[in-house]
């Protein structure tokens, strides 16, 4: 038991979970901190859709994964897992995600299956374009979108749009579409031998550069605008200049001529970035409603 769960640890980088649970926390946060309960159906929501889009990813490009070298240790190659397995994971962990969001609003369990699509789809994506990155980054924007809509169950009436959870899902768009970018330079010569489509493959490593350079100032813009409108004080603003400067840590770190040891390093340092903007966050809402 214990070797078969450490099995699907390796599977679902439970790690990155975790690194992507503060994405839908923000959005609670940003809401005005929401109950308990929305905590826990928010928490089981992320968890079990995160296990999903991954299942998916591994099962739909096992055989990919097989042919690269870098990938070909992953769970299905190496034989750790079969696919049905899998398949039988990413079922579970879709019924989980609608039933959490079901029980958190109308507007939530109708999205769920939206979500649903967007997950199991993103694996085609870099068979026929470049913007998987893009399509990516969308899938994670859907976590603090959601996480807001958690609280509020609407985002629209009659007069009035709320424009709040729509950028902060932009910010998280492009940050994490910048990041992508990035990682897909270990890949470009294996993504122009199989024919997938990446910026690094299509457009080379200089200009892949700087449009992750662009995606992640696209991303500091957007945190700027959300902090405005929503009125943020100063621990959110100590907690943003604090992500800009591992930003340009990261893009420093991507110029460097050991792009495997950067890379490793950048998505080290990558982890502090969302608890940081949570704790920031969580401080201003804590102190704003205590």
Known sequence: MVSKIKKYYKLLMFEQTLFALPFAYLGVLFAGGGTVEIWIWVTIALVSARTAGMSFNRVIDAHIDALNPRTADRAIPAGELTAKQVWILAIVSCIAFIFSSYM???LCFQLSFVAIALLFSYSYFKR???TSHLYL???EAAAP??????VTGIFYTPGHFDFIPFILGGAIMCWISGLDVIYAILDIEFDKKEGLKSIPATYGRERAMTISLALYLGAVICLIAVGVLAR???AYWVALACAVVIFFYQQKLARRPDQAAAIKELFQINAFISPVLFVGTFIDVVVKYS
Do not use: C, V
């Not at 979108?145 to 958690?150: D, H, K, S």
């Open 104 to 106: 958190l609003n109308r």
């Open 137 to 139: 980054g969308l899938i």
């Open 232 to 234: 943020r004080k100063e």
């Open 128 to 130: 026929f374009t470049a």
């Open 145 to 150: 979108i959601g996480g807001y809509l958690a």
